[in-house]
């Protein structure tokens, strides 16, 4: 509901500035600038795509650190390619290296909210059925502190 609620808020800022930006400069220089951008952006983010691989490839920093950064160009390129100018903006910033290890780090801060919020718990379940759909309720006790769990170890 939130991704929907950000997806609705960011597309209708986005057609208010485009269209205040159209009346202000008109359509086809309103155009010009929105494709401008997006092939500015693609050209700096090969640029910038490179030097983060060859930060990972020379280890040059932790690769978890080089990983997030290289996730956070590939968001910043979709944002890019999106028609937009307030996408475009954050496109762009995400594009500067000083700002995109502040985006790590904000996701380095939150990963753990995000992460509780979808973690998937799998336990003893006991199925009861409805007409229309199947409802699983919980049969272990509050006491019940056992986690199950399958590993591999490769050596």
């Given at each position: ?8 808020v960011?597309?209708?800022i ?26 500015l952006?693609?050209?700096?983010l090969r640029?910038?795509w490179?030097?983060v691989i ?16 290289a ?30 290890e502040q985006f ?5 801060k939150?990963a753990g909210?995000?992460m509780?919020?979808n ?16 409802t ?7 006491n ?8 591999e170890?490769k050596d």
């Amino acid at each position: 509901m939130r991704l929907f609620l950000i997806m609705v808020v960011v597309t209708t800022i986005e057609v208010v500035l485009i269209s205040e930006v159209g009346s202000l400069i008109g359509f086809w220089a309103t155009f010009l600038v929105i494709i401008g951008t997006a092939m500015l952006g693609s050209k700096l983010l090969r640029q910038q795509w490179g030097m983060v691989i060859g930060k990972l490839q020379t280890l040059q920093s932790e690769p978890s650190q080089t990983m997030l950064e290289a996730l956070v160009l590939l968001i910043c390129g979709v944002l890019l390619i999106t028609p937009g100018f307030l996408t475009d903006i954050v496109g762009f910033l995400g594009l500067v290296p000083t700002v995109r290890e502040q985006f790590v780090a904000l996701a380095r801060k939150n990963a753990g909210k995000v992460m509780r919020g979808n973690f998937q718990v799998y336990g003893n379940f006991q199925q009861s059925t409805h007409t229309d759909s199947h409802t699983y309720t919980d049969s272990r006790t509050d006491n019940d502190n056992v986690i199950e769990g399958e590993f591999e170890r490769k050596d």
